[in-house]
């Protein structure tokens, strides 16, 4: 069964630091994996998907995320993080459905 | 474009009634999607409809049940409510065009339910 794993609940760091938030995945074939972003009260805002290509998908807002295939990972960063960045963020894979994971809450301070 | 868009945004019921909760998809758009997020479970698939069509479940009681309009809007309906049943559902829309593909879902705002 497809599977993904976020293994921090929570994630802090200071305005202007980098940021990762971690996702591994256990899949069978060609994995499609996605991050979306949670603010409260809202719903879910896509960021990025990997499909195919490139290891490193850029996505909106400044993030990115990087694909490691030896390490089954989908790691989700940034350069400078912002404030404004404060989040629940999930990492899915696509098996028709999405699969989420149990989401990382990220929290930046001024 | 118009996002997704959900109504309502919030319900209050009491145990053994139904509801009905209603999803607009972004225009063009065919397939659409329900999830039921909760603090202990997650999110979890309810169901996926494309072209008036169930295409794919996830586990859930026959309680909840869905369909879709020929103009690719849908519904939701979860009868004899449980406490359980608080959440809040999130309607998905994407393309479709080919079950598990890697098109992307695009969410609503979500309907919070709160059964009393």
């Known amino acids: 069964a497809q599977s993904v794993a976020q293994p921090e609940d929570q994630v802090n760091v200071a305005e202007g630091n980098p940021l990762t938030v971690k996702c591994t995945y256990s899949?069978?074939?060609?994995?499609?994996l996605f991050w979306y972003v949670q603010y409260p009260n809202r719903g879910l805002q896509f960021l990025l998907k990997y499909i195919t290509g490139d290891n490193l998908v850029k996505g909106s807002y400044g993030f990115e995320a990087e694909f490691n295939k030896s390490q089954t990972s989908f790691h989700l960063k940034k350069p400078s993080a912002l404030v404004s960045d404060s989040a629940l963020y999930f990492c899915?894979?696509?098996?028709?459905?999405?699969?989420f994971g149990t989401g990382t809450r990220l929290q930046v301070f001024p | 474009k118009a996002g997704v868009t959900q109504t309502p945004r919030y319900l209050i019921k009491t145990r053994g009634q139904q509801v009905t909760l209603s999803c607009s998809p972004i225009s063009g758009h065919r397939s659409v999607s329900w999830y039921q997020q909760t603090p202990g479970q997650g999110l979890q698939f309810l169901f996926e409809?494309?072209?008036?069509?169930?295409?794919n479940k996830g586990n859930f009681p026959g309680r909840f049940s869905g369909r879709q309009f020929s103009n690719s809007r849908s519904e939701m309906n979860v009868s004899t409510l449980e406490l359980g049943d608080s959440a809040l559902y999130l309607c998905?829309?994407?393309?479709?065009?080919?079950?598990?593909?890697?098109?992307?879902?695009?969410f609503g705002p979500g309907t919070r339910l709160t059964v009393l």
């Open positions: 899949v069978s074939g060609n994995p499609y």
């Open positions: 998905a829309s994407s393309p479709g065009l080919t079950s598990g593909s890697a098109d992307t879902q695009y």
């Open positions: 899915a894979v696509r098996d028709g459905k999405l699969i």
């Open positions: 409809y494309f072209s008036e069509t169930q295409r």
